[in-house]
């Protein structure tokens, strides 16, 4: 058995394996770069880093073309540790190749639970908004909302991808099942009276009679967002209740009473909702005494948290809010529409990176450090002599 | 190691594969409305009525948001705007909101302390009415007062505030108290909330994700994209209210269609070698500040110095268009972004909206476009 696991061994404890996977994560990074042209920076991370192999459509057909950033990354991992494990023996003058390399592992491990867990979004309020979640920068989700409780909505959101595939979605929560009978990722929407040429609406039902929809190139550009339409029949047990037309494009979610219960239909951005609630109060936009370059941004909200209470912070730029997990940083602001952009990132392994580094800067010191000290004493008694 | 390594692989792969495919549920306490752009209490809302006073007459509303909208004209073309607006709850206070209106007329934010000074009570039979007079200047140097006052209500706060030129608004003082005065409630049966909103306001050409930005054209501070509204508490998407009321147009075939925005109700490029102009067409009800101050913001946008009131007629050129509307076309040209531009603009009045259309770009292409944009101009139709 020995025998048989010793060419794994071998191959995994390889410094060649090293420089190879070095030239290939090189190489995964210039060529996502180049591509980024055609996707966007936030399509290519998912394209060429948060995967194991990298798929090219070549007419329609998935072919692997380069190795993942999880791959590569992955590999390096097991390379190190492997190499750990059987080429280095613990002794204290090793102790500072040991902790950098530790440092290193932890890098690596915190790059791939930051793809796993990272997740950004935004708030956007005006002033005197109270808001208690945030919204996906790139993703959309059906919110299908039971609003019958006076003071409380039950949501069911359905993902996007989920009505982009043609098969009927059913949830128990849900006394229909709602099929997709269109389906444009990107979109644009316009009142009837502006689109006089459009084609009939496929929407049965509300708002969606007087629209006319116009599909669009999905875009992959860091400044746009992809706005998708869709219109979905709701069947109940006794057959169709309809056909809405659900995109963001509308603003206010579509309203009917079914089976004694009041419902609402929404396609939005993505909620990620908190257990806390956050009121903006007060935004500035300094500038530089005579001109108008800006200096500072800054936000004042107040948390409504009703385990720990009310308080009141300042989110200004380089001083981001820390709280319940999640940053939130000053993005964007509208002074003159008392409107303010805050980005929420939430990322559990924010620590690990910082203390990577410090290992890897402790093993360095201790490494460099042993051999300085070494040098020092031999050239002594080399000078005593 | 290899089935490590196996198991790894695995593990990345379900964790990667399954992000963001699920179903999720949850149950949320129901959304509190925004102060600015929310959709005004509709369910339940008492019935208001009042008496005008004298020299008031009713405007149009196409935003939708406001009980209320009346005009004022005083002497030499002088204007001023009073919308009365409902939203539920408190709005966020006192503060957020008076400094809101402060910002709307070129003041500075004030604290709780300055506050309690500036606001007066007035007795009324409705109930005690806060009262704030603000006096400033408009985007161009041109001064401007507010009356403004609400009413706070168990479930509800009503706005009533009337905006404009400055000599006018302090004039009538009598008027606007005598207004409140004669206001008051009769509580009608709850009506079914408001459904099937209006086709929204946002703009894919807007930062990532500013999916209810209610400005459309960049999400930088101050930009001066959108004009000086005579009430921005009532500013929504133009479209929002009576699809059957807005203007038509047709568009040259060699314009391309953009996507809308909160803003803006038609937008345009249009390209050659020299770059991309952009044609953008938006509406704000009542006189939006008028003529003069959004001239001189179009100017201020190709850094040009403001022009005064009696060399507007000299700066401006009539048009006639299709079924008797006319506009008020002007060319110019500047500098944007550091680069030679030019601006074509046209403004609307109809049917108690203000339209603007506007074209901009490098300057040779603009100027190329000029009859294009002109005839289109000759295509926009009522109703």
Known sequence: MRELLQPFVRFFVSLRLTVVLLVLSILLVFLATLDQVHLGVWGIQHKWFFTLIVVESVNGFPLPVFPGGYFIGGMLLINLVAAHVYRFKFSWKKSGIWLAHLGLILLIASQFFTGLQQRESQVQFNLGDTKRYSEDFLLDELAVIDATDPKFDDVVAIPETLLARDEPIQHPKLPFRIVTRLYYPNSVVQMRSQAPNAPPSPATMDIGLQLAVTPQAITYKQDERNMPTACVELIGPEGSLGIWLVSPWIEQPQAFDYAGHTWQLAMRSKRYYTPYAMTLLQLKNDVYPGTDIPKNFSSQVRIHDEAKGDRDVLIYMNNPLRYGGLTYYQYQMNKANGLSVLQVVRNPSWLMPYIACALVALGLVIQFGTHLVGFIRKRSVVAAK | ?383
Request: aromatic share 8%; glycine share 10%; charged share 15%.
């Open chain 2, 1 to 383: 190691m290899r089935p490590r390594l196996l198991l790894l692989c695995a593990a990345a792969a379900l964790l990667a594969s399954c992000r963001d495919e699920r179903i999720s549920t949850y149950r949320v306490p129901k959304d509190a409305p925004s102060p600015v752009v929310s959709a005004p209490a509709t369910a339940g809302t008492p019935d208001i009525t009042w008496s005008l006073p004298t020299g008031w007459t009713t405007q149009p509303d196409p935003s939708g948001m406001r009980k209320g909208s009346f005009l004022v004209s005083g002497a030499d073309g002088a204007k001023a705007d009073m919308s009365v607006t409902a939203f539920p709850g408190d709005v966020g206070g006192d503060l957020p909101n008076v400094n809101r209106w402060r910002g709307q007329v070129g003041l500075t934010p004030i604290d709780d302390a300055a506050l309690s000074q500036t606001v007066q009570t007035i007795d009324a039979p409705a109930g005690k009415f806060s009262f704030i007079e603000l006096s400033g200047a408009s985007g161009a140097k041109k001064p401007v007062r507010m009356l403004g006052a609400w009413l706070q209500q168990p479930d509800r706060r009503w706005f009533f505030k009337l905006l404009g030129d400055d000599a006018l608004v302090a004039a009538q003082h009598d008027a606007f108290f005598a207004f409140l005065k004669s206001v008051s409630f009769t509580t009608a049966p709850a009506a079914a909330p408001a459904v099937a909103g209006p086709v929204k306001a946002q703009s894919t050409n807007d930062l990532p994700k500013a999916p209810f930005a209610p400005f459309a054209n960049g999400a930088t501070p101050d930009t001066g994209a959108a004009p000086a509204p005579a009430d921005s508490s009532a500013t929504p998407a133009p479209t929002d209210s009576a699809p059957q009321a807005s203007l038509t147009w047709t568009a040259p075939a060699h314009w391309q269609a953009k996507p809308l925005s909160t803003m803006r109700i038609g937008s345009f490029a249009v390209s050659n070698d020299a770059g991309t102009a952009d044609i953008s067409i938006i509406a704000f009800p009542g006189e939006a500040g008028g003529l003069l101050p959004n001239i001189n913001r179009w100017r201020g946008q190709l850094g040009l110095a403001p022009l005064a009131e009696g060399d507007l007629a000299g700066a401006t050129t009539a048009l006639d268009g299709a079924g008797g509307l006319h506009f008020t076309v002007i060319d110019l040209s500047g500098q944007a972004a550091g680069a030679p531009a030019q601006m074509l603009g046209a403004i609307l009045s109809f049917g108690g909206q203000t339209y603007f259309f506007k074209l901009t770009g490098p300057d040779a292409l603009v100027a190329r476009e000029k009859s294009a944009f002109l005839d289109f101009l000759k295509t926009v139709k009522a109703p």
